[in-house]
């Protein structure tokens, strides 16, 4: 099964990047594939949100995202074209609280045949642009603020 982790320094407090993390909706204005994202339910730090993405072809699925602390976010998947859809972001700051280490992980598995390497790549390739994108979105608000 496809999975990838990556690794960056993003200058941004843990609730700059917490609040572009948890605003889904705004995802598909910094982030090309995604069509849309569509909160379903949302309270107490979890939320159900539909993605729909384009990455070979169009692809919707929904995935249950926790707030389990400050520094972190989980999802698993809910329902739609994948088997398996688990990740995460785990965010340390650093020892003045005005940068953090941001690890993104991701584990994929399709429901349909795609065979490994196109998955592999997709999941490799496609990871750090994913948190390249939100850096530069986080660190762009932060400027503005």
């Not at 995202?65 to 688990?86: Q, Y």
């Not at 390497?117 to 999941?123: C, F, H, P, Q």
């Amino acid at each position: 099964m496809p999975s990838a982790r990556h690794k960056e320094t993003i200058n941004v407090t843990v609730d700059q990047m917490m609040a572009v993390i948890t605003d889904f909706e705004s995802y598909s204005s910094f982030l090309p594939e995604i069509d849309s994202c569509d909160v379903l339910t949302s309270g107490d730090g979890e939320w159900d949100v539909r993605f729909t993405v384009k990455v070979v072809k169009r692809i919707r699925y929904t995935l249950r995202l926790k707030k389990v602390n400050d520094h972190t976010v989980r999802w698993s998947l809910v329902e739609g074209a994948f088997k398996v859809n688990n990740g995460g972001w785990d965010l340390t700051p650093n020892e003045n609280g005005t940068a953090l280490t941001a690890e993104y992980f991701i584990e994929l598995q399709v429901g349909m045949f795609v065979p490994s390497t196109i998955m592999r790549t997709l999941v490799e390739r496609t990871l750090p642009e994913t948190v390249t994108r939100f850096k530069a979105e986080a660190e762009r608000r932060a400027a503005t603020s």
